[in-house]
């Protein structure tokens, strides 16, 4: 069974910084690619980050040169380091990889206000 457990999230002021985790079981972590996607309130789910089993990094252009995502595969954890945060990053962020179909976490929230 597949799970994925986000965390890290909360409240900070713009241009402030946080850092999700997520930690995934079930699957062989280290032969899946992930990604972080996110979902503000009235808006589409957007895919925000991607990292390849290889460690190959790809980013939406909104948050390019702010976000950072990596892994650790002897943790079996995927990380999104975020900086320069702004009133627009608030949204649920989600962790998703695809093993056969598409697998979601429940979503941390990140709320970027003054």
């Known amino acids: 069974q597949v799970q994925l457990m986000e965390s890290g999230g909360g409240l900070v002021q713009p241009g402030g910084s946080l850092r999700l985790s997520c930690a995934a079981s079930g699957i062989i972590f280290s032969d899946n690619a992930m990604s972080w996607f996110r979902q503000a309130p009235g808006k589409q789910r957007e895919l925000v980050a991607h990292?390849?089993?290889?460690?190959?990094?790809t980013y939406a252009d909104v948050v390019k040169g702010r976000f950072t995502i990596s892994r650790d595969n002897a943790r079996r954890t995927m990380y999104l380091q975020m900086n320069s945060l702004k009133p627009e990053d608030t949204a649920v962020y989600y962790c998703?990889?695809?093993?056969?179909?598409?697998?979601w976490g429940r979503g941390a929230q990140v709320t970027v206000s003054s």
């Open positions: 998703n990889v695809v093993v056969m179909r598409p697998y």
């Open positions: 990292i390849t089993s290889g460690g190959t990094t």
